[in-house]
């Protein structure tokens, strides 16, 4: 139920984005921000266990022994493993409104920053892995362990847990000897495990450490003024778009708004959604005054740094000179004629 609601919920703030040309502009508008995209992937997630649930949900117990080993994947796993999922993203959506608070909002900004930086890092360190993998189960093919399973036990996939640290040397030692690998595969095998290593977990995770660092003192810098837009663009979600009521009761504050639209079909009564305040024309004219006023000072006090700035100061020292001269000519040009007259 409270699926459903959360859902009716979105679709209820694309009407924010009707003023734009098509509904497929809106969609896409709507689509930009990650925490709808969370919503929406929450949504479909539930969605998908639901069809589980009822598609593969036995009729009775005699029904469900006979199925038998069928049933419990696709009833049981299958719809754990989505709520796995679905768990995951709802908790982080917890993120959005602790940054509320400046301290974890500027985080926020730059572990989003930061994401640049590892994508970059996995771009680099991907086809270094897979050629150390590749590598690694041709020179160990008598290993137990199916490749096909990701990130199991097979040698395909050790390099894969080696980028963050876990290289069990002595099990890969006892396995050269138990199987006797012949030279020069039982030399080949520890140099490049050594080779792998140093080149993943020294060399290229202290650049991503650096490379961190760097974003972090760089946008730490200008994080709270973005954190200050980003607190503003939450406030507005919540005070416009959102219903007043959460999930599940937000339906029914949409049941009655509809229903009053129904019941008082007068063009002047407008039901405001969340919780947006609409200024009379007195209060919208006093605001445009005060805007102006605003802007005039702003104005005013940009004319000021402006003056303040070296430059500025130079060019009014230029300008001093260049009325100077002026007055020293038509002085001069002054004192010839009065010289010629006396003459």
């Known amino acids: 139920m ?10 209820a703030e694309l009407e924010e984005f009707n003023d734009y040309r098509s509904f497929r502009r809106s969609v896409r508008l709507y689509l930009l921000d990650v925490w709808n995209q969370a919503d929406l992937l929450v949504i479909v997630l539930v969605v998908a266990i639901m069809v589980f649930r009822l598609v593969y949900a036995p009729s009775s117990d005699e029904e469900a022994d006979a199925t038998g080993l069928a049933y419990t994947t696709m009833a049981h796993m299958w719809p754990r493993t989505l709520y796995s999922l679905a768990v995951i993203f709802i908790f982080m959506r917890a993120l959005q409104f602790m940054r509320y608070f400046s ?36 020179l160990m093919p008598q290993r137990t362990g ?12 050790e390099p894969f847990w080696g980028v963050i640290g876990y290289f069990d040397i002595q099990e890969r030692m006892q396995s050269i000897q138990d199987h006797s690998f012949e ?13 792998y290593q140093f080149i993943a977990t020294i060399i290229l995770v202290n650049l991503l ?31 416009d778009t959102k219903k007043p009521l959460p999930p599940p009761l937000n339906v029914v504050w949409m049941v009655l ?7 008082f079909p007068v063009k002047d009564v407008h039901i405001h959604e969340g919780f947006k305040y609409m200024p009379s024309e007195h ?40 009325k100077q001269e002026e007055n020293t000519r038509r002085i001069s040009r002054t004192i010839e004629e009065m010289a010629r007259r006396r003459q």
């Not at 030279?183 to 080779?195: E, K």
């Open 2 to 11: 409270w699926s459903f609601a959360r859902a009716a919920g979105e679709g």
């Open 209 to 239: 450490i650096a490379q961190m660092a760097d974003t972090y003192s760089r946008i730490t810098s200008e994080g709270f003024l973005r954190w200050q837009f980003e607190r503003a663009q939450l406030i507005s979600e919540f005070k």
């Open 146 to 157: 199916d490749w096909y399973a990701i990130l199991g036990s097979a040698p395909i996939w």
């Open 103 to 138: 301290s974890v909002g500027v985080l926020t900004i730059v572990l989003g920053s930061m994401m640049n930086d590892v994508a970059l890092f996995i771009i680099i360190l991907l086809p270094l892995t897979c050629g150390f993998a590749v590598a690694n189960a041709a």
């Open 283 to 322: 209060d919208m004219r006093h605001w445009q005054q005060q805007e102006q006023i605003a802007l005039r000072l702003c104005l005013t006090q940009r004319e000021v740094r402006a003056k303040e700035t070296p430059e500025s100061k130079i060019e009014h020292l230029e300008s001093l000179l260049q």
């Open 257 to 263: 708004a509809n229903l009053y639209k129904l019941l």
């Open 183 to 195: 030279y020069p595969a039982g030399v080949t095998v520890p140099i490049l495990t050594w080779a």
